[in-house]
């Protein structure tokens, strides 16, 4: 008698997380190779067109022949949202193991990441339009720190998740508080944290001091290879709400373009809010999912360390490398 294949069981999965500048491009190639594998972009901000150096976005001539997912689909002045990640990615990972490869998430925005790999059901919370009308008059007059400080009171959670200058965020948030009585960030809490795919979770540590100064490093070599005058683009185009202008990278330079701070100035506060995000992805990756990790520190043995990695997965879904 002929063995059914059960019409529940777990695609296979592979994750690869860890903050900026830990060396997850390389380390993903590596992966793929082994795996007959495709990488799915888990960062929120490389799905933007022409937003290239800002976001550290592999180069085609990088890729190695392995195909890339969810990179510039989406124009700078569009938004992107969580819920779109969750549903785009999910359905990328059932094509891509319909091809008989493996997907492989490499990211580290961690909310998005989580979506995909969890029950994570979304607010279906109906709008207030005369409420947001409100709260959009008050932002229009010059009142959006004050929205955001109103944020901070009733739900400090979600405003560390959220930029001051992301309005359209800020007011989604007090809406659903308004609606509800309860807070945004109140909602991952509620989900089913039982992991959806039978994935293996891989995440890419080093030392704080060696991390710090590689991402100083890596600051220095975007504006060489010309992030001033990409972020410049934006800038004249009239680009200044949109979610994708709030990245790192790109607010540091606008306001240097709008005479706050000067070059100099500007360089520096993207290091320092580098280093920030950085510090928090680890907290992130660390707090709310089940990572294993390992240490990047020593560049003489990150070959090695790719082949832990390897094997590591080999034997935790059952797969067999191409290495």
């Known amino acids: 008698m002929k063995a059914v294949r059960q019409l529940n069981s777990k695609k296979k999965l592979i994750v690869l997380v860890g903050p900026t500048a830990v060396g997850k491009t390389k380390t993903s190639i590596a992966i793929a190779k082994a795996f007959n594998g495709e990488i799915i972009s888990g960062d929120s901000m490389q799905v933007y067109k022409g937003m290239d150096i800002g976001t550290a976005k592999i180069r085609s001539e990088e890729m190695e022949g392995i195909p890339h997912h969810l990179l510039d689909i989406r124009e700078p002045d569009e938004s992107f949202s969580v819920a779109e990640f969750q549903s785009v990615v999910r359905q990328k990972i059932n094509e891509i193991t319909a091809r008989g ?3 492989l998430i490499v990211g580290g925005t961690g909310l998005y990441v989580q979506s995909v790999l969890y029950d994570y059901r979304f607010s279906e919370v109906e709008g207030d339009p005369l409420y947001r009308s409100e709260l959009e008059k008050r932002a229009s007059a010059g009142e959006g720190p004050q929205l955001f400080r109103e944020l901070q009171a009733v739900d400090p959670d979600s405003a560390k998740d959220i930029h ?3 309005v359209k965020r800020v007011i ?8 509800t009585g ?16 039978d994935a293996s979770l891989i995440g890419l540590s080093m030392d704080r001091e060696v991390l710090y100064k590689r ?3 890596r600051v220095d070599m975007m504006m060489e290879a010309g992030l001033l005058e990409e972020v410049r683009y934006f800038y004249d185009q009239g680009l200044r709400d949109a979610q994708s202008v709030q990245a790192i990278g790109y607010k540091e330079l606008y306001e240097y373009f709008a005479g706050n701070l000067t070059l100099e100035a500007a360089v520096d506060l993207l290091k320092k809010n580098t280093r920030r995000y950085a510090k928090r992805q680890f907290t992130w990756f660390r707090n709310k999912m089940d990572v294993s990790w390992f240490d990047m520190t020593d560049e003489r043995e990150h070959l090695n360390k790719i082949k832990q990695i390897i094997h590591f997965i080999a034997g935790k879904l059952e797969l067999k490398s191409n290495t």
Do not use: C, M, T, V
């Open 164 to 166: 001051p200058n992301n």
């Open 101 to 103: 490869s493996i997907p």
């Open 215 to 217: 991402i100083n490093k």
């Open 172 to 179: 989604r948030a007090l809406e659903i508080f308004h609606l």
């Open 182 to 197: 309860r807070r945004k960030s109140d909602q991952p809490k509620a989900q089913n944290h039982e992991l959806l795919y």
